[in-house]
């Protein structure tokens, strides 16, 4: 199994060698990576705006995983990963608000260290990229204008109502109803 | 010791996860979120959600997804930058006006299949190239500035601008409607 440049389970051993109770296998974390690990890397990067901390938010969640991973229970594995991860962006959050850095970064899935890239590192897939822009060019021109231009040209919606003239409650619902049908459009192909 | 996760198949997680309902209204709150377009107390009330609602975690998630990917699909190959004003404004005016109506025209034939024997369609890739001549002319000639005379009913050859580049320009002047 292609092991990601961008997080490696500690070197444990397994929790019936060791006898170390509540320890998984770096299998198992793998493993749980590989399931999860996009949803809450992209979950961090929401909260964050900033993807090294996402990614150091992403290993904190899963070496307590590692270490603590027995407490969840299977079938609510990715809501115990939801609230750890949670937890750890909001320590960090307020880590870096003291420090007073700010900064943005959006990543969309290049590896920042050589070699293979891990698909669960990847935000954005080409296969995704490439349907997205036909459903993009499917939309009704109005609410295409309104989504390239808030995501891709980053003006908020106020600005957006102001320069086309129309009322922030058109805009608000051309974007609504754009990201609506990409959204059923992506999971019902 | 009963241990609940080791006793289980990592593979059989996903189908033992309870499916988060995503819902429109909250994937919507998501995607505000996302952009930082909720208000403050918004803001607050819907990341108290996050740290108990699976499915507001996995919006979340989705919608940078989204973003992301929209983003990326909407990257043009082309952009066109404007012409940075900083020359004297009687050199920079032509080149401006004449990116922009080239521009224009690009944008015209490429959308608008008019039956021209003379001229072949202008496409995005060579209004990039237009820009860059414009750009690198400009930087490259500015010893000529000072000589430039906007009066000349010629352009001196050092400042000529292509063929189709001209020809482009006469698209933009003749009466004929232009439908996209």
Known sequence: ?189 | MNDPVNDDSMSDLAQHDVPANVSADLFWTATRYVLDELTPAERAEFEERLASDEAACLAVANAVQLTVGVQAASERPVTIRPVEDSRPRRAAVWPAWLAGAALLAAGIAVFTPWPSPTLAPVDLASAELLDRWTQTKLLSDADGLDDFDPEADVLDETLAAPQWMVQAVRITTNSKPLTP
């Open chain 1, 1 to 189: 199994m292609t092991q990601s440049p961008r997080f490696s389970p500690l070197p444990l051993e397994s929790a019936a060698d060791s006898g170390i109770e509540g320890r998984l296998s770096p299998e198992e974390v793998s493993r749980a990576y590989e399931l999860y690990g996009q949803d809450l890397h992209a979950f961090l990067i929401g909260v964050l705006r900033n993807s090294d901390l996402a990614q150091d938010a992403l290993q904190q969640t899963f070496q307590k995983l590692t270490t603590a991973g027995s407490q969840a229970k299977p079938e609510s594995l990715r809501g115990w990963l939801f609230q750890v991860a949670y937890r750890e962006a909001l320590q960090l959050r307020r880590r870096e608000h003291r420090e007073q850095k700010h900064q943005r970064q959006w990543w969309i899935g290049e590896p920042v260290s050589g070699g293979e890239s891990h698909p669960a590192d990847r935000l954005a897939t080409q296969e995704l990229i490439e349907r997205l822009r036909a459903a993009i060019q499917e939309l009704p021109a109005e609410q295409r204008q309104v989504l390239e231009r808030r995501i891709h040209g980053d003006e908020t919606f106020a600005e957006i109502a102001r320069s086309m003239s129309a009322p922030l409650g058109t805009i608000l619902t051309r974007m609504r109803l754009a990201m609506e049908r990409l959204r059923k459009r992506l999971h019902h192909e």
